[in-house]
Each structure stands twice: as C-alpha cells, then as structure tokens.
C-alpha cells in the first residue's frame, strides 16, 4: 500500500480506511463504466498545496490577490483542453458533469423552456431533464428513446418531437448509451429547429481524444464532459464550445452557479490531458474499444442477451430477464465475487429503478490495468459462474470466483499504486 505517514499519524483510523480501500481497488475486477485509474501524476497533482488557494473568476480577471501560479495552473489545463479536443474555447472549471449541464441550462434557456434528451430509462441521465432532476422540474422536458427491438436511438423519433416541441436545448449521449453518438443526424435536426445542440460525452471523451469514437466537434454547439470515466482524470467536468459561445458558458459556470475553482483538481486535468495527447493514450483507447466487444461476444455465446446487440465504445448493456436473476442481486452477487459493476435499467423495463432488469459494464479501468481481449472470455465465464452461483445462493463459489480473480490481478499492478503484497 501506498505509505500516508502524515495522515497515519493525525488520524489512523482514516489511514487504515485508505488502506482498506487500496486492497479493495487493488483485488477487484472493475467494471463500472463510470470509473477508472488514474496515474500516479494525476493523483500527486490532485493532492498538493494548489488547494489551499481561493480563486473565483478566471485566469487574468480574478476577485482574490496572489494568482500569479494558479492562472499559469489553469491556463495549462485549458490550453490542452483545446488541443486534445480541437474546439476554440474551454473551461475546466465545473465541479462535476451535472453542475457542467447545469451550466449549459443556465447559459442557453429560461425556466419553463422545452428541452429534448434521451430518456432515463433508455440510457439518458438525469440532467437531461429527467422529472426526479432539477432539470426536469424547472424545465419543459420532452424525451426521446430507443427502438424496442434494436435497442438505438431512432433519430425519426428525434427529428419529429423536435419538430413537434420546437425545444431550446437538445442533449445527445447518455450515461448507458452502447454505440456510436450519430453527432451530424443530431446537429442536423438541431438546426432544423433552431435548438442548441449539447453533446453530453462524459462516457466517451477519452474515447474521443484517443480516436477511438467520432468527435462531436463542429456537430454540437456545446460539448459538456466529466474528466475522470474513459479520460482517466481527477472527478471534475469540463464544458468545450465555439468562441461564438464562450462568454455565455463562462459566466454561467461563474457566477452563476459555483464560486472558486478547485485548483488541485484542475491541475489533475491539465496532467490527464496531457497524458491524452500521448500514442499510449490512443493505444488503450483502441483497447478499451476491442476489450468491450470482445467481453460481449464471449458473454453473448453464454445467452445472455446484450442491449443493441453489442456495442461500439466502452459500455455493455445486459438484460438479466432470460437468466432468472434481476440486476441488483446479480451486482451484489458478482460484487461478493470480486467484480465489481452496477445494477442498471434496460429500455422497456418493467422492473422499478432500484431493482432493475440489468446491468452496465465497462471496460475502461481492466483495460487502464493492462488486461486485453485474451482474458475477456474468461472475465465472461466469472460472470457467467457467478450468476449460476448467486441463484443456488452458493457462497462458497462466489468466494472461490474472487479468488480467481485476485490471483489473476496480482498479475496487473494498479495505476497510481502499484504492487500490493499478497
């Protein structure tokens, strides 16, 4: 483990939770396609004295004296924000992906207007003006969603609501969304109705830097993403525009929603980008890609049955209805076996949210780890023995699974950690 001789000595009980926390990490299979691993740079930055400094405003124009390094901190991370991503204006600002799309509401639409974005249920997210959201209560949300038997987003559906509802704002991307964004159908119909269009990329920006999934640059009026999931960055968010909308976007992220920044997150993101800008980077976002599809075929040959049929990026969306199991004993089960994934919605469920009919997986974080498509069919055979398992509520073979797992991973030092002793 990681040695915090400084935080084992003012408060060793929360030590001994880091370190706890390290072995979990370290032990298990993650597959939660919302995370990853950061590199040690990336954790090193995120935890140094650039915490301690408040600084509202922006780099040049700020409220608070002494910002001779943090707008030199900040300018790096924008700068690299632009080149990795080729759009004209950044901010790295926003504390996380929903105050990020709160920003774009905030910039673009007054309470009551009409929005459009892809259903909860159908792989959306919340922010997308879901009712449970604020989004969805300040605003006039209209979703769209997916074929029922090919489980993609049916841009005639899209095209004839926007025609029919005339929204401001069009949110394309999801947070359970198992292929491609069609980003030039979408800035098409935007423009048809004369709607700013957002690309929300939060699961995909890694994939997009690494050139591993089209870029919604040029398509979407405004780009929001979170910069840890595929971009393997500290938890924060980033907003990507055109110049023409660049004052709009920084003045509601600041003042309108958040006050000052957090500099040692942000200077997480500047390294991070600048690891996005390497071959290695494009390297394993190819082998995030391959590592999923081939993690679905072998799971597809064991009948189970995986939403749209596959998927074109990082993220698999299985539904659980044909083998006997609902999603969350499942997630817990495969948990209690070394593999971690979260219980999820499919469309058309008919279960309720918090005891869906399915599960998400993702392929980033094996992948950061150094695992390739040579060990997918036998990730696909631990899930598979784990179900088996959980409906004969068999622990010993739950058990039997996670140490499988922990000797293989033994194998695959963890990014910002390395080895673990046994």
């Given at each position: 483990?990681?040695?915090?001789?400084?935080?084992?000595?003012?408060?060793?009980?929360?030590?001994?939770?880091?370190?706890?926390?390290?072995?979990?990490?370290?032990d298990?299979?993650?597959l939660?396609?919302?995370?990853?691993?950061?590199?040690?740079?990336?954790?090193?930055?995120?935890?140094?004295?650039?915490?301690?400094?408040?600084?509202?405003?922006y780099?040049?124009?700020?409220?608070?004296?002494?910002?001779?390094?943090?707008?030199?901190?900040?300018t790096?991370?924008?700068?690299?924000?632009k080149?990795?991503?080729?759009?004209e204006?950044?901010?790295?600002?926003?504390?996380?992906?929903?105050?990020?799309?709160?920003?774009?509401?905030?910039?673009?639409?007054?309470?009551?207007?009409?929005?459009?974005?892809?259903?909860?249920?159908?792989?959306?997210?919340?922010?997308h003006?879901?009712?449970?959201?604020?989004?969805?209560?300040?605003?006039?949300?209209?979703?769209?969603?997916?074929?029922?038997?090919?489980?993609?987003?049916d841009?005639?559906?899209?095209?004839?609501?926007?025609r029919r509802?005339?929204?401001?704002?069009?949110?394309?991307?999801?947070?359970?969304?198992?292929?491609?964004?069609d980003?030039?159908?979408?800035?098409?119909?935007?423009?048809?109705?004369?709607?700013?269009?957002?690309?929300?990329?939060?699961?995909?920006?890694?994939?997009?830097?690494?050139?591993?999934?089209?870029?919604?640059?040029?398509?979407?009026?405004?780009?929001?993403?979170?910069?840890?999931?595929?971009?393997?960055?500290?938890?924060?968010?980033?907003?990507?525009?055109?110049?023409?909308?660049?004052?709009?976007?920084?003045?509601?992220v600041?003042?309108?929603?958040?006050?000052?920044?957090?500099n040692?997150?942000?200077?997480?993101?500047?390294?991070?980008?600048?690891?996005?800008?390497?071959?290695e980077?494009?390297?394993?976002?190819?082998?995030?890609?391959?590592?999923?599809?081939?993690?679905?075929?072998?799971?597809?040959?064991?009948?189970?049955?995986?939403?749209?049929?596959?998927?074109?990026?990082?993220?698999?969306?299985?539904?659980?209805?044909?083998?006997?199991?609902?999603?969350?004993?499942?997630?817990?089960?495969?948990?209690?076996?070394?593999?971690?994934?979260?219980?999820?919605?499919?469309?058309?469920?008919?279960?309720?949210p918090?005891?869906?009919s399915g599960?998400?997986?993702?392929?980033?974080?094996?992948?950061?780890?150094?695992?390739?498509?040579?060990?997918m069919?036998?990730?696909?055979?631990?899930?598979?023995?784990a179900?088996?398992?959980?409906?004969?509520?068999?622990?010993?073979?739950?058990?039997?699974?996670?140490?499988?797992?922990?000797?293989?991973?033994?194998?695959?030092?963890?990014?910002?950690?390395?080895?673990?002793?046994?």
């Amino acid at each position: 483990m990681i040695p915090h001789p400084a935080l084992t000595g003012a408060d060793p009980e929360l030590a001994a939770l880091v370190g706890a926390e390290e072995r979990r990490q370290f032990d298990t299979m993650k597959l939660i396609a919302s995370e990853n691993y950061v590199s040690a740079a990336v954790l090193e930055a995120a935890g140094t004295v650039l915490t301690n400094k408040y600084s509202e405003g922006y780099p040049g124009k700020r409220y608070y004296e002494g910002q001779q390094v943090i707008d030199q901190v900040e300018t790096l991370a924008i700068e690299r924000a632009k080149s990795v991503f080729g759009v004209e204006h950044a901010n790295v600002q926003p504390y996380s992906g929903s105050p990020a799309n709160l920003a774009v509401y905030l910039a673009f639409a007054k309470p009551g207007d009409t929005v459009l974005g892809l259903g909860l249920p159908m792989g959306g997210h919340l922010t997308h003006g879901w009712p449970v959201s604020a989004t969805g209560a300040w605003f006039n949300a209209v979703h769209y969603g997916v074929g029922r038997e090919t489980g993609r987003v049916d841009l005639d559906e899209v095209r004839d609501l926007a025609r029919r509802h005339r929204p401001k704002l069009i949110f394309c991307g999801g947070t359970a969304v198992p292929r491609t964004v069609d980003f030039p159908a979408f800035a098409e119909i935007a423009r048809e109705v004369g709607a700013v269009l957002v690309a929300d990329v939060a699961h995909i920006a890694g994939l997009i830097a690494g050139g591993a999934h089209p870029s919604p640059v040029g398509h979407a009026d405004v780009i929001t993403t979170t910069t840890h999931k595929t971009l393997r960055g500290p938890r924060g968010a980033m907003i990507l525009t055109s110049a023409e909308h660049a004052k709009a976007v920084d003045k509601a992220v600041f003042p309108g929603l958040q006050g000052g920044p957090h500099n040692s997150t942000t200077a997480g993101i500047a390294v991070a980008l600048r690891e996005a800008s390497t071959p290695e980077f494009r390297t394993y976002a190819q082998g995030v890609v391959a590592n999923a599809q081939a993690l679905g075929a072998a799971l597809a040959s064991r009948g189970f049955d995986l939403v749209s049929g596959g998927t074109d990026n990082h993220l698999l969306l299985v539904d659980l209805t044909s083998k006997d199991i609902a999603g969350k004993p499942a997630a817990k089960a495969l948990d209690r076996a070394g593999i971690e994934l979260n219980f999820n919605t499919v469309p058309y469920d008919t279960r309720k949210p918090f005891d869906p009919s399915g599960l998400r997986i993702g392929t980033a974080a094996i992948t950061t780890r150094g695992l390739g498509t040579q060990h997918m069919e036998g990730l696909a055979g631990w899930i598979d023995d784990a179900l088996s398992a959980a409906r004969k509520d068999d622990e010993a073979a739950l058990d039997g699974i996670a140490g499988e797992v922990r000797s293989l991973l033994a194998g695959f030092p963890m990014p910002g950690l390395g080895e673990l002793p046994a």
